[in-house]
């Protein structure tokens, strides 16, 4: 079993609509960056995913996309020249990414009944469409490559081999990032002013009560002498 792999139950033997390549958390900023992890299941029971390949529109072209490092698999990234500058988020630019490709190491796959997440830092996504399509193949072990190339239908139904997409929201200045981070940027942030205010009033209230304890105790043994 590689050691990458994350095992999740009842997976294998599933249709397309449940075990196709994702990008999670599948929305992300019109115009702005966004942390994506692309979650490739394995569909096949006879053999292993060894490669995915996720491939960026050129008419769409992104300013920047990193990888996180992955334990038993390597990342490239891909760029593409153009003869004529191209303008996007109001600079011209000559090349694109055009793909991130993931490559197990020896002895690593994701097994049967299995998934992976790739993360990535996208930076300088579209402002002028609703839906960023990431198309990707899903290469195996055995030598099958699956596409997943099809863009969303109009009807809302799901298409045979869907591709990865982004849904692009306003950025209304919130958090976008990996799912369960929103819990933790919500907790509240000690060191603020209401956290000095309750000190000063915790520290006022233990004065008080120590005061208060002297007074007792003095009033007791004034008592006892008498």
């Known amino acids: 079993m590689g050691t990458a792999a994350v095992v999740v139950l009842g997976l294998v033997g599933a249709g397309t609509a449940s075990a196709h390549v994702s990008a ?10 966004a942390a994506v992890a692309f979650r490739v299941p ?11 390949t996720v ?5 769409h072209p992104l300013t920047s996309v990193s990888t996180r490092p992955l334990p038993g698999w390597t990342s490239e990234v891909t760029t593409v020249e153009w003869d004529e500058p191209v303008e996007a988020h109001g600079v011209e630019v000559t090349e694109a990414i ?9 002895g690593v796959r994701i097994e049967p009944g299995e998934f992976q997440e790739f993360e990535v ?11 960023f399509v990431m198309p990707a193949e899903q290469t195996y072990d055995s030598g099958e490559v699956v596409s997943w190339t099809d863009p969303p239908s109009r ?31 919500a907790a509240p942030v ?6 000095g205010t309750a000190r000063v009033l915790g520290g006022l209230g233990l004065a008080v009560g120590a005061l208060g304890l002297g007074l007792a105790l003095g009033v007791l043994v004034r008592t006892r002498r008498r």
């Open 24 to 33: 999670q958390p599948g929305e992300a900023p019109a115009g702005g960056s």
């Open 55 to 59: 491939t960026f529109p050129e008419e």
């Open 190 to 195: 000690a060191g603020g002013a209401e956290d």
């Open 155 to 185: 009807d809302g139904t799901e298409p045979d081999l869907p591709a990865p997409t982004l849904r692009l929201v306003e950025d209304t200045g919130g958090h976008h990032g990996r799912p369960g981070d929103a819990d933790v940027a």
């Open 42 to 52: 394995n569909e096949r029971s006879d053999a292993g995913t060894v490669a995915v």
């Open 121 to 131: 830092s996208l930076s300088g996504l579209p402002e002028d469409v609703d839906v």
């Open 98 to 106: 055009s793909s991130v490709t993931w490559t197990a190491e020896e």
